[in-house]
């Protein structure tokens, strides 16, 4: 036998790391960016800003200029004589007497100096920085903040409202012009669950079948014009179908906007509009427009998606061996499937359904728009006297009970379906002693 004998793992060293190649450039350090400027730094350099003004114009700013920059100016410097400790601090940077008790003043003639001559903003660490600067007061440590007082005694340069009339908030808009809502649809979209989704279940296992056979297409999504009645999508993974389109036109622009009904392969459906399913389809990077075999030619006939074959009725007839079901001359099952008949029945011999034995279809309906539950409560409430009763016993020795195998004719069977079908099963009752559909007399009609 050959061994091999493994090396041991040799742990890298940081001058390892560092002596590789850096394709990715990871390792480079920039310079050092500079620090940001401080409170105090900011709050002179505010002061400064104003002094320059009053240099050029001649005059302090006003609140209801024009320019906003000089509206700017007139909130600073309102808010720095409202506070005595910015006023204090300030004092050897204010050459110009912004900050005098009297705010009703002429301007000094030294006023209008240069500020060329004004000491420097205090630099942090410096040891020159004048001792009456008063601690940074415009930084709250985010953990002092714990409640909205918090918020407003923060504020030191009055921009969230003021006792003062005169000093505007950051929630007044001064200098700016309006902004002109667009009309808002009066419903936003809302996905909900959908009750008929039977009409559509079957389609979408179509659809899927053709996608998977090639014989449908998923192409990217183009343009909203794209968009019509019983057009299908692929959007956030799932299948969808445009069941209905509306005439109106919603909300502002020129652009047809009408709202949808979408229905979606999970079971559910939605409201919104068809400029927003277009919005959906762009973002949606794998949003695809399902191209489907004869869709065009089926159009050109007016055959919409609300008129495919949605399943298949059927009446089938037992051919059990069992002894327990040799008295029952008419056995007959009527059901419902929206799958391939043959291939559902192809192992009945094993079904309990089917009474673990061979059937015989004896008559088969194509059917369109049909709800199933609702088909499978009318045909147990017209034939529940027509029920079978009996207790049978399975391959395992277990017992059971067939609840949907009657006693009823042939002939009867194929009345109640065609009945159902077309809406008129209401006008007509079981008579129970024939075992035969007969028209309900007019006193019971009413």
Not at 64 to 69: F, S, V
Not at 316 to 329: M, W, Y
Request: one cysteine or more.
């Amino acid at each position: 036998m050959i061994r091999t004998r493994r090396e041991p793992f040799k742990r890298r060293t940081l001058d390892d790391i560092f002596a590789e190649p850096d394709s990715l450039g990871l390792l480079d350090v920039g310079p050092k960016r500079a620090a940001a400027p401080t409170a105090n730094q900011r709050l002179v350099a505010r002061l400064q800003t104003i002094a320059a003004f009053v240099s050029e114009q001649g005059r302090e700013p006003t609140q209801n200029a024009d320019d906003l920059g000089e509206a700017t100016l007139a909130v600073q410097l309102s808010a720095i004589r409202a506070n005595p400790e910015h006023v204090a601090a300030l004092t050897v940077w204010d050459t110009h007497g912004l900050l005098e008790a009297s705010v009703a003043r002429e301007l000094r003639p030294s006023a209008l100096a240069t500020t060329a001559s004004a000491p420097a903003p205090p630099v942090e660490g410096d040891s020159s920085a004048p001792s009456t600067m008063p601690p940074q007061q415009e930084t709250t440590s985010p953990d002092a903040v714990t409640s909205l007082e918090d918020i407003w005694a923060s504020d030191v340069l009055g921009l969230l409202g003021s006792a003062d009339e005169n000093v505007d908030s950051i929630f007044d808009l001064q200098h700016v012009s309006k902004v002109e809502y667009k009309d808002l649809p009066d419903e936003i979209a809302q996905r909900t669950h959908c009750d008929d989704f039977y009409r559509f279940e079957s389609l979408f296992d179509e659809v899927r079948q053709e996608l998977r056979s090639g014989d449908a297409e998923a192409v990217p999504f183009q343009r909203e014009s794209q968009i019509a009645e019983g057009d299908m999508f692929i959007l956030n993974g799932m299948i969808c179908i445009t069941d209905q389109v509306g005439k109106e036109s919603i909300g502002a622009g020129t652009k047809f906007n009408p709202r949808l009904r979408v229905v979606y392969d999970n079971g559910t459906e939605s409201n919104l509009l068809l400029r927003s399913l277009a919005r959906a389809l762009y973002k949606d990077k794998v949003g695809r427009r399902i191209l489907r075999p004869d869709s065009t030619f089926d159009a050109m006939r007016g055959i919409t998606h609300r008129d495919k074959r949605t399943g298949m009725i059927y009446i089938l007839r037992s051919l059990s061996l069992n002894p327990a079901l040799n008295g029952i001359r008419n056995l007959h099952k009527i059901g419902y499937t929206e799958k391939d008949l043959d291939a559902r029945l192809a192992s009945a011999e094993k079904q309990q359904t089917y009474l673990e034995a061979p059937v015989k279809v004896v008559a088969s309906f194509d059917c369109y728009n049909l709800d199933p539950r609702r088909f499978e409560r009318l045909v147990h409430t017209m034939l529940h006297h027509q029920r079978v009763n009996v207790t049978l016993h399975d391959r395992d020795g277990s017992t059971y009970r067939p609840r949907e195998w009657f006693d009823v004719e042939l002939e009867t069977a194929r009345e109640v379906v065609n009945r159902i079908v077309d809406g008129t099963i209401a006008q007509y009752r079981m008579d129970n002693t024939t075992g035969r559909l007969v028209a309900k007399r007019e006193k019971d009609v009413g």
